[in-house]
């Protein structure tokens, strides 16, 4: 049988070597703890924050994410297109989540605050009314993405091609607009 915890902290823990007991974790803090290379594969984390935590090249596949929330982290390399679908919901506040992927992940209103998303692919997703707040966006990936109503205004450095995907509504500043524009070789001074 799978364990099923509730409301507890892990603080300052190692799991690279000790892995995570596999199962259910609701309403549980992770706290200056190092999860990285580790396998969350088909375990469900509910209501959970993660704090200043390492989650680097965690495996996800199947792993449920409902309501959960990373800040201060490290998220590199993660295939959150592996997750399981059903009620997946985190926001990142913080975080470094580069050459991470989001393809074809439905993720409506989800917060990226102070966040580097170098790198990250987000093709063929649905980022409807997300907000993306002061994030570096360098080399992202959008190709074919829904980012209609979604805000970009205080994020940087993204590429986005109008032609490529879905964006009425979006919000960008005046600052971003090279951003637009770029496939087109304009100079804009």
Known sequence: ??????????????????PLAKG???????IDCDFSHSDFSGMAFIDCDFLRCNLSLVKVAGTAFRDVVFKNSKLLGIHFDECNQFGLCFNFDNCNLGNSSFYKVKLKKIVFRSSQLIGVDFSNCDL??????KCDLSEAIFDNTNIEKADFRSSFNYSIDPELNRMKKARFSLAGLPGLLSKYGIVIQ
């Open 1 to 18: 049988m799978e364990t099923y915890i509730e409301g507890e902290s892990f603080n300052n823990k190692d799991f690279k070597d000790i």
């Open 128 to 133: 409807t009314a997300s907000v993306f707040d």
């Open 24 to 30: 259910e974790y609701e309403n549980c803090n992770f």
